[in-house]
């Protein structure tokens, strides 16, 4: 059993950055993937980010891909989200999720997740 809290949303005005956190409890932590998934206001879950538990591949959504940077720190119990050069678009509740071993982009495939923390970009 694996639980995620996420924090460090917040409101933001555009071009400015954010770092969210997801904190993980359970001995397993460094043998898991870590993702991170966004919901936009009326539109489905989709993904962000995605970790390896070595921290070696770190698939991006296009959308995101060079102002999003995903890390983790194992001794932590602790994934991070920095996002930078915010745009509106990027308002949303984001969420972070774990799934054994392997990384994977779509929602269905993960295990655990938190209760999300929003983020909102002002123009």
């Known amino acids: 059993q694996v639980q995620l809290v996420e924090t460090g949303g917040g409101l933001v005005q555009a071009g400015g950055s954010l770092r969210l956190s997801c904190a993980a409890s359970?001995?397993?932590?460094?043998?898991?993937?870590m993702a991170w998934f966004r919901q936009r206001p009326g539109e489905e879950r989709e993904f962000v980010a995605a970790?390896?538990?070595?921290?070696?591949?770190?698939p991006y959504a296009d959308s995101v891909k060079g102002r999003f940077t995903i890390s983790r720190d194992n001794a932590k119990n602790t994934v991070y989200l920095q996002m930078n050069s915010l745009k509106p678009e990027d308002t949303a509740v984001y969420y972070c999720a774990s799934r054994p071993i392997t990384i994977a982009t779509r929602e269905g495939m993960y295990d655990y997740w938190g209760q999300g923390t929003q983020v909102t970009v002002s123009s």
């Open positions: 970790i390896t538990w070595g921290g070696g591949t770190t």
């Open positions: 359970g001995r397993t932590f460094s043998t898991y993937a």
